[in-house]
């Protein structure tokens, strides 16, 4: 994104936000420990990162029964917000100042694809027909 020395306005970078459906075997795998996780909810920011690295960051996860895996509500670089892309969660919170921002810290990934935002088409659709 830029140096220390630009302004706030040409640091500014534009985000997309998206709907990440977690892949259910790597659910079951890293939060469930090899069996159905139940109740998931969880406000922790995750890395979102492809083949060329860090794409975007989870905002809320969540278990959506009737979709049966994890959803996580995502803000993520355009350039991987087509529906249908994949990325990987890294299921663990980067420990903060002092540790290089892509330190591979050995936390467990998390298959995801990139779906829309809102998830559910009626909500995306019908809810804000008149907005």
């Known amino acids: 994104m830029g140096g220390p020395r630009q302004s706030v306005t040409q640091r500014v970078c534009i985000v997309?936000?998206?709907?990440?459906?977690?892949?259910?075997?790597?659910?079951r795998r890293v939060i469930g420990g090899g069996a159905d996780p139940g109740f998931v909810l969880s406000y922790?920011?995750?890395r979102v990162?492809?083949?060329?690295?860090?794409?975007?960051?989870t905002m809320q996860t969540a278990a959506i029964d009737p979709v049966g895996t994890v959803l996580?509500?995502?803000l993520i670089d355009p350039a991987h917000a087509a529906p249908g892309?994949?990325?990987t969660v890294v299921w663990?919170?980067?420990?903060?100042?002092?540790?290089?921002p892509d330190a591979d810290l050995g936390?467990?990934?998390i298959r995801a694809t990139v779906r829309p935002s809102p998830f559910d088409r009626h909500a995306r659709t019908e809810y804000r027909r008149n907005a």
């Open 92 to 100: 663990g919170e980067h420990p903060g100042t002092g540790t290089d």
């Open 72 to 74: 996580a509500q995502t």
């Open 49 to 57: 990162e492809t083949a060329a690295g860090l794409a975007g960051v």
């Open 44 to 46: 922790a920011r995750h």
């Open 107 to 109: 936390f467990p990934r």
């Open 16 to 27: 997309a936000k998206v709907t990440l459906v977690f892949d259910p075997d790597d659910v």
């Open 85 to 87: 892309t994949e990325v």
